[in-house]
C-alpha cells in the first residue's frame, strides 16, 4: 500500500531481531520504520527515527 501511494520502501533483507533493523535503517537515514501488525486485529505502527515517536498508523492514510 505504501509503495502504491509513492512512498520509497525497503524491506530488510534477513530475519533479524528488531533492533538490528532499526541499526541498519539509521545508517541508511531511513526517516521511519514500518510495523506491520504480528497478531490479528493489532494495528500497524510506524516509528520516527529522529524523534523516537511510535504511533499507530494505517498504511492507507498515513502521510509521513
Given at each position: 500500500?505504501?509503495?502504491?501511494?509513492?512512498?520509497?520502501?525497503?524491506?530488510?533483507?534477513?530475519?533479524a531481531?528488531?533492533?538490528?533493523?532499526?541499526q541498519?535503517?539509521?545508517?541508511?537515514d531511513?526517516?521511519?520504520?514500518?510495523f506491520?501488525?504480528?497478531?490479528?486485529?493489532?494495528?500497524?505502527?510506524?516509528?520516527?527515527l529522529?524523534?523516537?515517536?511510535?504511533?499507530?498508523?494505517?498504511?492507507?492514510?498515513w502521510?509521513?
Amino acid at each position: 500500500q505504501l509503495r502504491e501511494r509513492g512512498f520509497n520502501t525497503e524491506v530488510y533483507h534477513q530475519a533479524a531481531k528488531i533492533g538490528k533493523q532499526i541499526q541498519y535503517a539509521v545508517k541508511k537515514d531511513i526517516p521511519f520504520v514500518w510495523f506491520p501488525p504480528f497478531d490479528d486485529g493489532r494495528p500497524h505502527e510506524v516509528k520516527n527515527l529522529a524523534t523516537g515517536e511510535q504511533v499507530e498508523a494505517d498504511p492507507a492514510s498515513w502521510n509521513g
